[in-house]
């Protein structure tokens, strides 16, 4: 079976829902993401990657997260609650290749206030969940090497260690990012959908709130 392109329309779970990124999005995203601790572990190349105002986060984001036919990029949205709407993050399942059936979930980031809520593990249950069930057999996740925090993470969704890609891609301080890459393959899909669904029910079906504004 050869995979083929999801639609983009937006994807409701309990806590999330993942809207179409558009262009309209990026003030929320620069007031969600454009902090120190979210560039500190690997995203947008590191911490020499911050911009350093909301001019320069518009050039970055609608770069990063540029679609086309073969990258589909995603708006993090709460759902529910008093906060209902509000833009928490982004991500996006990208590099495409229908014909060997695989893809990339990548380029996220959330609000630091979203941290352990819940909010990422129901993203890769929306969007492995998107990818499988359009034909896809396996999904590629990766971290910068150096960033146990998002290793750590990636291993709890239940994927799989493939190894290192050593000198992978430039960081913004100009130097050479080892990349730790992980996939899930479609054989594994039921136990590790049924792992992140055990993980959400636990949690239960309280809103995700923002702590503060």
Known sequence: MTAELP???PIVGRLIRLT???PTDVPDLAAALRKPEVFAGGYGGGPAGLPVDDAAFERFALAYYEGGPL???WTVRLQGGAQDGRIVGATKFADLDLANESG???WTAYDPRVWATGVNVEA???LLGLAFDHGFGRVKLQADSRNERSR???LRLGATFEGIARRHKRRADGTWRDSAVYSVVVDEWP???TGLEARLA???DEPVRLATD
């Open 152 to 154: 750590a993470a990636i």
């Open 20 to 22: 179409p990124f558009a």
């Open 191 to 193: 136990e590790v959908r």
């Open 71 to 73: 990258a589909l990029p």
């Open 202 to 204: 636990a949690r239960g």
């Open 124 to 126: 890769k249950l929306l």
């Open 104 to 106: 990339h979930i990548g």
């Open 7 to 9: 639609p983009v329309v």
